[in-house]
Nanobody, 123 residues
Framework: QVQLVESGGGLVQAGGSLRLSCAAS????????MGWFRRAPGKEREFVAG????????YYADSVKGRFTISRDNAKYTVYLQMNSLKPEDTAVYYC????????????????WGQGTQVTVSS
């Protein structure tokens, strides 16, 4: 069973950057595609970005395309989300999860959710 722990969230001004990390336990990490989701207050959980098990394939929500970059380092059992040009509407709790059905965007195809990390973007 892979366990995931997110980190790197915080408070940043609009236009700023943050890099989120998702550290995985378990040697099977490199076998799984991964994804990032977010949930803003009062809203449904929203797909943000996904990456294939070998890191070659990536895909994004339209709302973050061109601003966010997902990557992974299988040797470090870690997936990253580099967030640039942040906007107040990016404020949310960000979660990483295993993707059991790459390249799905549906939350039901993801599992082993982390506890989340808060990102707050001030205007």
């Amino acid at each position: 069973q892979v366990q995931l722990v997110e980190s790197g969230g915080g408070l940043v001004q609009a236009g700023g950057s943050l890099r989120l990390s998702c550290a995985a336990s378990g040697r099977t990490f490199s076998s799984y595609a991964m994804g990032w989701f977010r949930r803003a207050p009062g809203k449904e959980r929203e797909f943000v970005a996904g990456i294939s098990s070998n890191g070659v394939g990536t895909y994004y929500a339209d709302s973050v395309k061109g601003r966010f970059t997902i990557s992974r380092d299988n040797a470090k059992y870690t997936v990253y989300l580099q967030m640039n040009s942040l906007k107040p509407e990016d404020t949310a709790v960000y979660y990483c999860a295993l993707n059991r059905n790459y390249p799905s965007r549906a939350p039901t195809d993801f599992g082993s959710w982390g506890q989340g990390t808060q990102v707050t973007v001030s205007s």
